[in-house]
């Protein structure tokens, strides 16, 4: 997880990409995991990541928050392609 500074107090943190892959805010594709404004906790599943290369297989990797907070926002377009280490969620430190 990357860090920001942040006008309001709170530090922001960036949860970042695992894996190059496809970035997917859902599991089964329908409601999404979470949503702007959310309160996680650490371990909270946020995101999946679909990685590179495709000869995987079928694997989702599920990508937790490591910190308490509220989701700010999404860096990321929902089944936009992400490289390894790029923010992909922005959360407030609570």
Same mark, same amino acid.
């Given at each position: 997880?990357?860090?920001?500074? +942040? ?6 943190? %960036? ?7 496809? %970035? &997917? ?8 995991? *979470?949503?702007?404004?959310?309160? *996680? &906790?650490?371990?909270? *599943? $946020? ?8 000869? !995987?297989?079928? $694997?989702?990797?599920? *990508?937790? +928050? ?5 989701? $700010?926002? %999404?860096?990321?377009?929902? !089944?936009?392609?992400? +490289? +390894? ?8 430190? &609570?």
């Amino acid at each position: 997880m990357g860090s920001d500074s +942040s006008k309001s107090g709170s530090p922001i943190e %960036f949860i970042l990409a695992p894996y190059d892959g496809t %970035f &997917s805010r859902t599991l089964d594709g329908n409601k999404p995991l *979470v949503m702007e404004g959310d309160h *996680v &906790s650490t371990g909270t *599943v $946020v995101c999946v990541i679909e990685p590179d290369p495709i000869e !995987m297989g079928d $694997v989702l990797i599920e *990508v937790e +928050s490591d910190t308490d907070g509220t989701i $700010v926002d %999404f860096l990321v377009q929902n !089944m936009g392609k992400v +490289s +390894s280490g790029q923010p992909l969620i922005r959360i407030r430190k &609570s």
